[in-house]
């Protein structure tokens, strides 16, 4: 079948939030674009990922007309709670750094996007980015072949994505934890009014909220560990035994989602090869532990938006020239303050790194220029 030929200024790969942000901010600038998704929208709609925004993401979720329901649905955390050693120590961000964060799952921001009516051509195949980065082609769902000429063409199609293959040269760093995350959702009201992040000798265990109803928690398990390890009630009661604390119960529900998340950090750069460019994950992944991924992402692109804003309106190139080593400049403090997070948290690997472990959390907790820094990284630095 003869590819159907068409012309856009912006071609996007992949409807996860980097790309409908992308999409959302150019479409409001009067910026003309396609996006291209291999899934379907309700597997999209339905993605258990993150739920942290940082303050200025929830600013920038509202600028782009997008924040109605964050700031209905979504819950204004002050602080988070530290647990090791059998105590819980509550570290207050409001009164450190006089910032919040908005817990808001991934799910209701993708939602949100797509409810603006971006141009998305869902379950479509095949997609290629030309190496000139001019030209984006694909299989839509009914079969029929695609080739989209392009001015810029923003590869945010996340780790397993094609667009990152296409930036020849490219340095990449990649670091794999020795342990996993098995993340559960569940029909129960959360047990805490704040994240609890847990050092326990079997392992990290980290109490995340979705709403007033829906609980999100995650245990440390084994990086090759089978879910079929795990049936619900073990789930729970391990992490009964991880959060355990005097006076505090955990309460148990319907599991509704298990899956099982490897800890790893990758970095590639440049993000950026002629006119292709790199958003989100495509580009670079964050172990969980900081709750930077999902930020990153909006935050690349909404960067790439004001860029290709400045280049087609006023034939500007300098944000976008600007913009890989910009974005790689956070990228890196996310990356640092995330390993961090990581290794303070989870299992330690000999007792000598276990005592310097303890020693960390225990000056987190009671010296305020290190309860600073946390909490300074974690809103968003
Ligand atoms: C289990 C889990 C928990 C997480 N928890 C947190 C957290 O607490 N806090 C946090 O900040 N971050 C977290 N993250 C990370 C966060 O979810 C990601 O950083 C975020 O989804 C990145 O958005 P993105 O748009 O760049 O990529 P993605 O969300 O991966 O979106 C990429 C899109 O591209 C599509 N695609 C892929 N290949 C193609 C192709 N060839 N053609 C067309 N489309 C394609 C995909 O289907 C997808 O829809 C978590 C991630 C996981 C997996």
Not at 96 to 110: D, N
Not at 165 to 186: H, K, N
Not at 294 to 313: M, P, Q, S, V
Request: proline residues 6%; aromatic residues 8%.
């Amino acid at each position: 079948m003869t590819a159907a030929m068409s012309r856009t200024q912006v071609g996007i790969v992949g409807a996860g939030p980097a790309g409908l942000l992308l999409g959302r901010l150019l479409t409001l600038q009067g910026i003309d674009c396609v996006i291209v998704e291999n899934r379907g929208r309700s597997y999209v709609e339905a993605r258990q990922r993150a739920g942290v925004i940082e303050h200025r993401i929830a600013d920038l979720l509202r600028s782009a007309g997008v924040g109605a329901r964050l700031d209905r649905l979504g819950l204004v955390h002050n602080g988070i709670y530290l647990q090791f050693d059998g105590s819980r120590h509550h570290l207050d961000f409001k009164d450190l750094t006089g910032r919040t964060v908005t817990v808001y799952a991934q799910t209701e921001i993708v939602k949100d996007l797509l409810a603006t009516e971006l141009p998305v051509s869902f379950d479509v195949t095949d997609t290629r980015v030309d190496p000139s980065g001019s030209v984006l082609s694909y299989v839509d769902a009914d079969g029929r072949p695609h080739e989209v000429t392009c001015d810029i063409i923003a590869g945010c199609d996340g780790f397993h994505g094609i667009s990152r293959a296409a930036v020849p040269g490219r340095t990449e760093w990649q670091r794999d934890f020795p342990y996993a995350w098995l993340g559960i959702l569940a029909d129960v009201p959360p047990s805490t009014d704040e994240l609890i992040y847990a050092n326990h000798p079997h392992g990290f265990a980290l109490h995340s909220l979705r709403s007033p109803t829906v609980s999100r928690l995650y245990l440390q398990v084994p990086p090759d560990e089978p879910l079929s390890a795990w049936p619900h009630e073990r789930i729970w009661d391990e992490l009964a035994t991880r959060f355990a604390l005097p006076g505090w119960t955990l309460r148990r529900g319907p599991i509704t989602d298990v899956s099982i998340t490897p800890m790893r950090v990758f970095v590639t750069t440049p993000m950026r090869h002629g006119r292709l460019f790199l958003a989100g994950d495509s580009a670079h992944i964050v172990p969980p532990t900081g709750a930077k991924g999902l930020n990153l992402a909006l935050a690349d692109a909404a960067l790439l938006a004001e860029g290709i804003t400045e280049f087609i309106r006023h034939s500007r190139p300098d944000l976008l020239d600007a913009y890989s080593d910009s974005r790689q400049e956070h990228v890196w403090r996310a990356v640092h303050f995330a390993v961090w997070m990581t290794e303070m948290l989870h299992t330690a690997p000999d007792p000598f790194a276990a005592e310097l472990q303890r020693s960390q959390l225990r000056y987190v907790a009671s010296s305020r220029a290190m309860a600073t820094s946390l909490a300074e990284n974690y809103t968003g630095y």
